[in-house]
């Protein structure tokens, strides 16, 4: 941001495209949380019409959302514009407030509604109330526990000591 602020919202989620010739420039526009002022994201800079997929293009033009959210969850994107999502508060782990019969092993599903960069065994502990050690040893998991993961998994919860 222009400001040094690290806040920035999309709003309704807006590009802006700007035609040189036969070349196009897509930014995606951001507000300042703090000052309020836009800044713009650079999506594709002096990139040749022909080189755009046409559903894309129109994507741009009409300000599609699904857009918006695919390009802001694009990591390249990010790096290149330099800028971090703040996923405070953007998952939670649905638990029963006990589990059911108490037989143990228990087996979990988890699925995601938008692809979040959580980690597993954060997202374990944090939703059974447990440490993350505690997690770690009690768990049995289909994936790397240690590895962020955005897409769903499962795991199975062995008994307490």
């Known amino acids: 941001m222009d400001c040094g ?3 920035a919202t999309t709003g309704p989620g807006r590009f802006r495209v700007n035609a040189n010739h036969k070349l196009l420039d897509v930014w995606l526009l951001v507000r300042c949380v703090s000052c309020d002022r ?13 080189s755009f997929d046409p559903v894309e293009l129109t ?3 009409v300000n599609d959302a699904e857009l918006v959210a695919a390009r ?7 790096r290149r514009n330099r800028f971090t999502l703040d996923w405070t508060g953007a998952w939670r782990l649905d638990t029963p407030p006990e589990w059911p019969g108490q037989t143990w092993p228990v087996q979990v599903a988890v699925d995601f509604a938008d692809p979040v960069p ?5 997202l374990i502990a944090h939703g059974l109330g ?15 526990v240690r ?5 769903g998994f499962t795991f199975t919860v062995l008994a307490g000591d």
């Open 5 to 7: 602020s690290e806040s």
């Open 147 to 151: 590895r962020s993961r955005s897409a």
């Open 59 to 61: 994507g741009y033009r």
């Open 38 to 50: 836009t800044s713009k994201l650079t999506v594709y800079e002096r990139t040749p019409v022909s």
């Open 118 to 122: 959580v980690r597993p065994e954060r």
């Open 72 to 78: 802001l969850l694009d990591p390249l994107f990010a």
């Open 130 to 144: 447990l440490s993350r050690g505690e997690a770690l040893r009690r768990i049995k998991c289909d994936i790397p």
